[in-house]
């Protein structure tokens, strides 16, 4: 019977493993096809170069487009992420007459680079160039006038190879995949025992949670003239201050023709909660010792107490955003709904996080000053009062390691963008996978630890 339960555990990864597999090689869960065009470029002085791009039947514009700094002199490369299906390219060649010289053009992709003839540059369609010809170091260009460009014609046996590379890269990343699947489902199922026990044990004691939950939140205002209404004012005025300093004090303008007020609130309230929710989660078995102490309380549901009466306040936040952007007549869309999403996703966060910290605590109260400062770095390095796309687009992947950055997007995509969260694919996995693992961590501390409770508190 064993051998035989064994046997259908492993028959079970396998299938999840190439379902997986075949599910990215069959375009349902392909990621973009894109590569960089790399142009290594010298000028006698600095300026911005721009690259258009766009379909056959679609005119250049600034939608459309991607700016890259030259600083000079001497020769420098200049990267633009663009994609498979775009036909027509042109490259502005800065807004002041200057000599430039074009070194090399390549093609660039995750296999490696192509480079591309520069002979047939010499009868383009161009715009306030005095002079194009072939030198030594590669193409020699005058430009006068203020709108200097010349059109890139597109190689289409270099992009021939590009797609290939594309495919080879697709079928590499659904590889990845498999192996990510195959290996969470694995500790799924080595610890699947504790979590459905756990997630039973949370629905059999929802009404306890929510009772807890309920008073925890009356009772920490209790006293003050005000009660609870100090949880709603002091994120309230904390949002003034930032609004006042950025947008008045510093004169910050609108992020992507949206005002920066609305931007700025739909990155700093899901902060607020997973600010919270987290702090609060992290000191609950010492702030309720004397539960913890007891034989016979399931002391796991105390970190759960503690967000699900952050929650609250989310709640109402949440409606308070969606008034205020309707105030600005950004009225609510069917896209609004995944905010229903995100805010699940903050609470799985915080709650597998939670069983890390407030375990770990008890033992050594430097955990509530690191996460202090951890609080801290991480508001300024998520991008909740800048955007992301002030970072150079090499370094952007650093950014996304952040799952609040999933979060805090997330949250722009739905009042403003207008973007499902299927459509990003590769961080939802990456946000779920990371999930999933702190969950497996945190419940391994959580129940090694666990035993020792009573004794240091």
């Not at 997630?199 to 009660?227: C, H, M, P, W």
């Not at 033992?363 to 508001?379: A, E, R, T, W, Y």
Request: a positive charge; hydrophobic letters at 50%.
């Amino acid at each position: 019977m064993q051998k035989r339960k064994r046997a259908v555990k492993i028959i079970g990864i396998f299938v999840l493993f190439f379902i997986a597999f075949f599910l990215c090689l069959s375009g349902i869960l392909t990621p973009p096809k894109d590569y960089k065009i790399l142009i290594e470029v010298k000028s006698n002085q600095s300026d911005n170069f721009q690259l258009y791009y766009s379909q056959i039947q679609e005119s250049f514009n600034e939608a459309n487009s991607i700016i890259q700094e030259y600083s000079a002199p001497g020769f420098s490369i200049l990267k633009f992420n663009v994609n498979t299906d775009i036909t027509k390219m042109r490259l502005d060649l800065g807004s002041k007459p200057q000599e430039i010289t074009i070194k090399d053009i390549k093609y660039s992709t995750f296999f490696g680079n192509y480079s591309v003839s520069l002979s047939e540059l010499n009868a383009i369609d161009s715009n306030h160039l005095s002079d194009i010809s072939k030198g030594i170091n590669g193409l020699q260009i005058n430009t006068i006038g203020s709108d200097p460009f010349i059109v890139l014609p597109i190689d289409e046996a270099v992009l021939t190879k590009v797609k290939n590379d594309n495919q080879k890269k697709e079928r590499f990343l659904s590889l990845i995949l498999a192996v990510v699947c195959a290996f969470f489902s694995t500790l799924l199922n080595i610890r699947r025992k504790l979590l459905l026990g756990y997630v039973r044990e949370l629905v059999v004691q929802r009404d306890l949670i929510f009772n807890l939950s309920k008073n925890d939140f009356k009772t920490r205002y209790a006293g003050s003239y005000l009660g609870i209404f100090w949880a709603f004012v002091q994120p309230i005025f904390t949002i003034l201050v930032y609004w006042f300093v950025f947008e008045i004090g510093f004169r910050s303008g609108p992020v992507n023709n949206v005002p920066f007020v609305l931007w700025f609130m739909a990155g700093m309230i899901p902060w607020f909660f997973f600010s919270e929710a987290l702090t609060n989660a992290t000191y609950s078995f010492l702030e309720y010792s004397y539960l913890v102490k007891k034989v016979v309380f399931q002391i796991k549901v105390l970190p759960l107490v503690k967000v699900v009466s952050a929650l609250f306040i989310h709640i109402f936040f949440v409606l308070f955003i969606i008034i205020i952007y309707a105030a600005f007549s950004y009225y609510p869309t069917i896209h609004f709904i995944q905010l229903v999403y995100y805010s699940f996703c903050i609470f799985m966060l915080v709650v597998c996080l939670s069983f890390i910290t407030s375990a770990l605590i008890v033992f050594l109260k430097d955990v509530g000053q690191i996460l202090n400062l951890v609080l801290q770095f991480g508001m300024w390095l998520t991008p909740i009062l800048w955007s992301y796309q002030m970072i150079p687009q090499s370094y952007q992947w650093l950014l996304k390691l952040n799952p609040m950055y999933y979060i805090v997007e997330g949250y722009r995509d739905s009042l403003i963008n207008g973007v499902w969260f299927w459509e990003r694919f590769n961080q939802t996995v990456y946000f779920w996978s990371l999930v999933v693992l702190i969950m497996i961590i945190g419940s391994f501390i959580y129940r090694k630890l666990k035993p020792h409770f009573a004794d240091v508190l």
